[in-house]
């Protein structure tokens, strides 16, 4: 069932987001575009103490963990918009958050993923099968936190492998149909994806879908 369908965001300047794992490095990416963007941040953490931001009247810094539901429903609601940078290196992590978050029930979800796998495995060509060892036995995981967010309407980024460089100037976001094939010897900066997934809480193109950011 679509549950984050047909709840439009009106507008674009201003909002009430909040930041799932927003100490790590893409969710600290997520949290600083938002807040540069003129939007109020809910930032959640395991710790809220190594969200590394300046305190902020419009940055609210609060304690969430997905292996308890319960502490992620007390943040987030019906009207919460919500970007995830939830990354793991431990297996069954990515599905607990992708449900903790669906069964809190945001008006919208914009959840990072890893381009080449699920989804995006057929499109992406033989990188995907090296992407597939790399994971081991998160590449579960993954895919099926990926599809438990898609069957809720929310939107899901596949990201090539990431670096710390600034956003690129000719950034692009795309659906699968015109994704190019995998190369593990590019790169898209941390910036260019939280810039890309704040476009896409801002104005929704890829509702229930898989959107691929592009450094150009």
């Not at 369908?5 to 938002?34: D, K, Q």
């Not at 590019?186 to 809480?201: G, I, N």
């Amino acid at each position: 069932m679509h549950l984050l369908l047909n709840r439009g965001l009106r507008n674009v300047s201003g909002m009430n987001l909040t930041v799932l794992a927003a100490s790590g490095r893409t969710g600290l990416a997520i949290t600083r575009e938002a807040l540069q963007r003129g939007h109020t941040v809910t930032a959640i953490a395991r710790d809220p103490a190594r969200i590394a931001l300046p305190e902020s009247p419009e940055l609210r810094k609060v304690a969430g963990d997905v292996t308890d539901p319960g502490s992620i429903a007390a943040v987030v609601g019906a009207d919460s918009v919500v970007l995830s940078g939830l990354g793991t290196e431990q297996a069954g992590i990515l599905l607990a958050g992708a449900k903790a978050l669906v069964a809190a029930g945001p008006r919208r979800i914009v959840w990072l993923g890893a381009y080449g796998t699920g989804k995006s495995a057929e499109v992406a060509g033989e990188g995907a099968a090296v992407l597939g060892k790399l994971l081991g036995d998160r590449l579960p995981d993954k895919i099926d936190a990926d599809n438990t967010i898609l069957a809720a309407g929310g939107t899901v980024f596949h990201a090539g492998l990431l670096d710390e460089g600034p956003e690129s100037a000719h950034r692009r976001t795309v659906g699968l149909d015109a994704a190019p094939p995998f190369d593990l010897t590019a790169k898209v900066s941390r910036e260019t994806v939280a810039a890309a997934m704040l476009d896409e809480a801002e104005t929704p193109r890829f509702p229930g879908a898989v959107a691929l950011p592009l450094a150009g």
